[in-house]
C-alpha cells in the first residue's frame, strides 16, 4: 500500500546578503596576489593589444631583448614555461618577423633567438607602454612599499 504523500511544507526564505563578507578570503595570499595581478593584468591585455601581444609573448620577447642569444631552454626556466608550448610561441613571433634563430656560439646543438630590426622596434614601443602602465599602478604606493611588496612577492615564487 503506497504511504501518504507528506503534508507540503513552504519553503525557507533565503537570506538576502546585503553586503558581501570577503574577510576570509582577503586573509590569503593567493587571492590577494590573484586580485592585484587581474587588475594589472586587465590594463596590460587592453594596451598589448595594439602591438598584438599577450603577456607571455611580451615576456618572451622582453628576455630576448635584454638577453641576445637566449636558448628556448634558458626561456623555458626563466618563465617556467614547458617546452612544447614554447615551440609555437617562438614560431609563431618568428613568422610575425619578430624573432630569428642563429646557431648558438658554443652550444652546436642549440640556437639562440635575437629579436629582428622590427622586433626590436616593437618591443621598444611595447615596453615603454608597460613601464607607463606600471609607473600609474605603482604611484598608489610609495617607491619604499613597491620596493617592499617586489621583495615579498619575489620570496613567494623563488625558491629558497
Known amino acids: 500500500m503506497p504511504r501518504p504523500a507528506a503534508p507540503s511544507r513552504p519553503a525557507p526564505v533565503a537570506a538576502a546578503v546585503e553586503e558581501v563578507d570577503t574577510s576570509f578570503l582577503e586573509t590569503l595570499l593567493g587571492y590577494n596576489a590573484r586580485r592585484a595581478g587581474l587588475a594589472v593584468i586587465d ?24 638577453n641576445p642569444g637566449i636558448t628556448s631552454r634558458q626561456l623555458c626556466t626563466a618563465l617556467g614555461i614547458l617546452p612544447p608550448n614554447l615551440v609555437g610561441m617562438i ?10 634563430r642563429r646557431p648558438h656560439p658554443r652550444d652546436g646543438r ?8 622590427p622586433g626590436e622596434k616593437l618591443m621598444r614601443d611595447a615596453e615603454r607602454t608597460a613601464a607607463e602602465l606600471e609607473a600609474a599602478f605603482a604611484s598608489r604606493l610609495t617607491a619604499t612599499e613597491l620596493r617592499t611588496l617586489i621583495g615579498l612577492l619575489k620570496k613567494v615564487y623563488r625558491p629558497g
Open 43 to 66: 590594463v596590460f591585455v587592453q594596451r598589448m593589444a595594439p602591438f598584438q601581444l599577450k603577456p607571455v609573448d611580451f615576456s618572451v620577447l622582453s628576455l630576448v631583448r635584454h
Open 91 to 100: 614560431n609563431a613571433l618568428e613568422k610575425r618577423e619578430l624573432v630569428e
Open 110 to 117: 642549440a640556437m639562440g633567438l635575437h629579436l629582428t630590426v
